[in-house]
C-alpha cells in the first residue's frame, strides 16, 4: 500500500487536512529569465496605470518578478527598485533556458 504526505499527515495531525508540498524543480529545469518586451517599460507603484510611475525597467535589464496577479507583475530591478509592470509588457525568454 501506498501513502502519500497529505494522508500521513491527516493520519497524525488531528484538524484540516494537509496539502502535499509542491516538488521541487528538476536540476537543469529552472524558468527561462524574464525580459522586456518593448524598449522599456514603466514601473508602477500600483497595479494601475494611472498610478504613479517610479521608474523604468528597460529591454535587457536584469530583473525578478515576485507576484503575478490582475494582468500585473511585481518586480524588482538590479538596482532594487520596486513596482508593478503590465503583464503583457514583459515576458519568459526561452531562447535563454538556463
Known amino acids: 500500500m501506498c ?3 497529505a494522508s500521513i499527515a491527516a493520519t ?3 484538524g484540516r487536512p494537509v496539502a502535499p508540498r509542491a516538488s521541487l524543480p528538476r536540476a537543469g529545469s529552472r524558468p527561462a529569465p524574464w ?3 518593448p524598449l522599456a517599460v ?4 500600483r497595479r494601475d496605470a494611472a498610478s504613479k510611475s517610479v521608474g523604468l525597467l528597460r529591454r535587457n535589464e536584469p530583473f525578478t518578478v515576485q507576484v503575478s496577479t490582475g494582468g500585473w507583475r511585481r518586480v524588482t530591478t538590479a538596482a532594487g527598485l520596486t513596482g508593478w509592470v503590465e503583464a503583457g509588457q514583459i515576458r519568459r525568454d526561452d531562447r ?3
Open 42 to 45: 514603466a514601473i508602477h507603484t
Open 96 to 98: 535563454q533556458r538556463p
Open 12 to 14: 497524525i495531525l488531528p
Open 35 to 37: 525580459i522586456v518586451s
Open 3 to 5: 501513502y502519500s504526505s
